[in-house]
């Protein structure tokens, strides 16, 4: 079955530098375009990044541009988020999710890890 | 940015109840929207896509309608199980906002 398993979360200062690692299973992660949403604590969810299945298209939200950068290993099932210059504002769950069209939604997601920024 | 706005933000009903949720977007986005259903601690369950149609596995209590702005998810009769928060997302132009959700609680 599909499972999507984030990690690479925790405590982190402002400033500083975080990745995020997305191990997909079950299906052929290569032929999916896959996306990086997040959920601040009590708020909504907020699309974050997306890369295309190949890796020729690659899309940030504003809040995130010039900071976060996603990327993939195909060889390795993996799905990434490098998360630079964090904010306070950046503390939120994060979710890694699949796209079946590229149309795009979101049909599985993983668990979810939890990054905090906080001095 | 193509905002989202959802109706009503909290809803109390009862097992058995019609339910109904509406979704609004700030511009036309064709029936480019989806809707997600979200428990607390749990990975978000995608519902409906392209505004009606149904995603395999998902009961058919639940359906959606609409196009243009205005969009809306019912379920026909609320089962305890279907007590989380709701979403609705355009799929329309990046950046694919997300609603501020509908948080359903039993009564």
């Known amino acids: 079955q599909v499972q999507l398993v984030e990690s690479g979360g925790g405590v982190v200062q402002p400033g500083r530098s975080l990745r995020l690692s997305c191990v997909a299973s079950g299906f052929t992660f290569s032929s999916y375009t896959m996306h990086w949403v997040r959920q601040a604590p009590g708020k909504g969810l907020e699309w974050v990044a997306l890369l295309s299945y190949d890796g020729s298209n690659k899309y940030n939200a504003d809040s995130v541009k010039g900071r976060f950068t996603i990327s993939r290993d195909s060889s390795h099932n993996t799905l990434y988020l490098q998360m630079n210059s964090l904010r306070t504002e950046d503390t939120a769950v994060y979710y890694c999710?699949?796209?079946?069209?590229?149309?795009?939604?979101?049909?599985?997601w993983g668990q979810g890890t939890l990054v905090t920024v906080s001095s | 940015d193509i905002q989202m706005t959802q109706s009503p933000s909290s809803l109390s009903a009862s097992v058995g109840d019609r339910v109904t949720i509406t979704c609004r977007a700030s511009q036309s986005i064709s029936s480019y929207l989806n809707w997600y259903q979200h428990k607390p601690g749990k990975a978000p369950k995608l519902l409906i896509y392209v505004a009606s149609s149904l995603q395999s596995g998902v009961p058919s209590r639940f359906s959606g309608s609409g196009s243009g702005t205005d969009f809306t998810l019912t379920i026909s009769s609320l089962q305890p199980e279907d007590f989380a928060t709701y979403y609705c997302?355009?799929?329309?132009?990046?950046?694919?906002?997300f609603g501020q959700g509908t948080k359903l609680e039993i009564k």
């Open positions: 999710a699949r796209d079946p069209s590229g149309y795009p939604l979101f049909d599985y």
């Open positions: 997302q355009q799929s329309y132009s990046a950046p694919y906002t």
